[in-house]
């Protein structure tokens, strides 16, 4: 079988020659400026939200999300943030490093996201102490989107969304990103490439003047100019004004531009992963677990999960993918409570879902590079398995 990679580079030769002009041009800014707007005003149309704020990954994006938490929705009594047992690490962190309380819920078969049972009945007791809900779309699976929106009113705690696997996925046609405020990552091995990059969205003008300023030292001066009065003082000058404690999670403009090259592709990238995904899914043993399907969601898949919960078999397949050159990955985190950075957050054995995924799940690529006929060879080797 030819080599089948995680991710493979979008780039055409002719993106390389715009790349080289781009380069060239003595005109061009490389830092942030004229090609960041663009890409920005590019994926607020795209997403259908409000404003989007480009910054340098997803990770950092996701610590936008926890500085807001923190200097804006938190008070001593509302200090927890809930996650998924399985997701990014980063998706996390960022939270845990500014002090918040972390509390896992396990997440659904059904969705891949946490699972809504699970929260309500932590909710029910303990929304009080909640500052943030924080979702993930896994895979670029669809969570329940009308159930988050219902909860977040019922229990009045804020939902939001890290869909940095999930760039093209959508509710009800409207992007998920669209729904709350979100992030997303435009590194290499995602679904829309900018080399390295991530992305805020938000519906919330507010919130969009506070992560602009965020991500450029917490300074107000890239604000356009009839937004910029409310956060002047007088004792300092305009050009070096830190409004609020911000950190440099700026992009660049040859990230833009080379991310702006790659949002051209979208409808094919789109088309491409649901007709790859759809083949697999349709030919695909009932022995295999795959997440369900429901009317509303559009499922926009970031890769291929293989999971079979017969002993051994995870193995076996693996040996399989390494003989023939298929790039493989845990998925994701695995179960996160057994990470070292997490295991003090609770155990890792309360978390049954997870343990499923970290025990005998794993995941191949699925990117528009794959071929049908290299999807029916594996799709038929995995079913002879069973
Ligand atoms: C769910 C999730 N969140 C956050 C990130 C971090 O994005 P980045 O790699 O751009 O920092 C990733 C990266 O793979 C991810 O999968």
């Known amino acids: 079988m030819s080599e ?4 493979d580079s979008n780039f055409t030769w002719l993106d390389r020659l715009k790349l080289s002009t781009f380069f060239l041009n003595p005109h061009h800014m490389w ?3 004229t090609q960041v707007k663009k890409f920005e005003a590019l994926m607020t149309e795209y997403i259908g939200s409000q404003h989007s704020i480009f910054v340098s990954n997803g990770s950092t994006a996701n610590t ?10 938190a008070t001593p009594e509302k200090k927890t943030v809930i996650f998924p047992s399985v997701t990014w690490i980063t998706s996390v962190s960022p939270f845990i490093r500014l002090g918040f309380t972390p509390k896992f819920i ?3 078969l059904d969705d891949f996201a946490m699972d809504l049972d699970l929260l309500e009945a932590y909710l029910a007791e303990h929304h009080h102490e909640v500052a943030l809900i924080f979702v993930t779309a896994l895979l670029g699976r669809t969570p329940n989107i009308a159930r988050l929106k219902n909860i977040e009113e019922k229990y009045n705690v804020r939902v939001m969304m890290d869909n ?3 760039h093209f996925s959508t509710y009800n046609d409207k992007n998920i990103s669209s729904y709350f405020t979100s992030t997303t990552s435009t590194y290499f091995g995602h679904l829309l490439q900018s080399v390295e990059g991530g992305f805020v969205f938000t519906n919330d003008k507010a919130e969009q003047e506070y992560f602009t300023m965020s991500r450029n030292h917490g300074m107000f001066r890239t604000l356009p100019a009839e937004e910029q009065n409310k956060y002047r003082n007088p004792l300092v000058d305009d050009r070096f004004s830190f409004y609020h404690l911000g950190n440099n999670f700026r992009n660049t403009d040859l990230h833009a531009k080379v991310g702006i090259l790659d949002f051209a592709r979208i409808n094919f990238y789109t088309q491409q992963r649901l007709k790859l995904y759809e083949i697999f899914k349709d030919n695909l043993s009932e022995h295999y677990i795959l997440p369900k399907e429901f009317k509303e969601r559009k499922n926009v898949m970031f890769c291929l999960p293989i999971i079979s919960t017969v002993d051994g078999l ?11 050159h298929i790039e493989m990955r845990p998925i994701i985190s695995g179960n ?19 343990e499923l995924i970290h025990q005998y799940g794993f995941y ?5 590079q794959i071929t049908k006929k290299q999807i029916l060879t594996f799709v038929q080797y995995l079913n002879s398995l069973v």
């Open 4 to 7: 089948w990679k995680l991710n």
């Open 31 to 33: 830092t942030m400026s």
């Open 64 to 73: 936008l999300l926890a500085m807001y938490t923190q200097d804006c929705i």
């Open 106 to 108: 396990d997440i659904s």
């Open 164 to 166: 940095c696997e999930a």
């Open 314 to 324: 995870k193995e076996h397949i693996m040996a399989y993918c390494q003989r023939n």
């Open 336 to 354: 996160l409570l057994r990470q070292t950075a997490l295991k003090d957050f609770g155990d890792y054995k309360d978390y049954p879902i997870a």
């Open 364 to 368: 191949i690529g699925l990117h528009p």
